[in-house]
């Protein structure tokens, strides 16, 4: 059976971090694609980044302008795991995060719909100022 299971959301002040995590079964991850979106109350779901599953030379990686150099994707493979490192949060990120894998192109999975790829159940993240 198809999993992506996030964890490491909760609360944190303005200007604080957090490390979102995803595990993955291993059908999923192989040769997947994988990406973090994320939910805001009364908003549509918004790409924030996403991460190529191999390349001979490292990962591709690929951002939303508004997380670009506060947020960093990567991944494990031999822990079939995917993580968000998020710094210097605002309250504007406050949101719910889903992690999602596919097999289309890391930067194609920026215009993922919720009934492409797979999806996690997601975790929130709260942002005070």
């Known amino acids: 059976q198809v999993q992506l299971v996030e964890s490491g959301g909760g609360l944190v002040q303005a200007g604080g971090s957090l490390r979102l995590s995803c595990a993955a079964s291993e059908r999923t991850f192989r040769s997947s694609a994988m990406g973090w979106f994320r939910q805001a109350p009364g908003k549509g779901r918004e790409f924030v980044a996403s991460i190529s599953w191999s390349t001979w030379s490292g990962y591709g990686t690929y951002y939303a302008d508004s997380v670009k150099g506060r947020f960093t994707i990567s991944r494990d493979n031999a822990k079939n795991s995917v993580f968000l490192q998020m710094n210097s949060l605002k309250p504007e990120d406050t949101a719910v995060y889903y992690c999602?894998?596919?097999?289309?192109?890391?930067?194609?999975?920026?215009?993922?719909?919720?009934?492409?790829?797979?999806w996690g159940q997601g975790t929130q993240v709260t942002v005070s100022s």
């Open positions: 999602a894998a596919d097999s289309k192109s890391y930067i194609a999975m920026q215009t993922m719909t919720t009934t492409e790829g797979y």
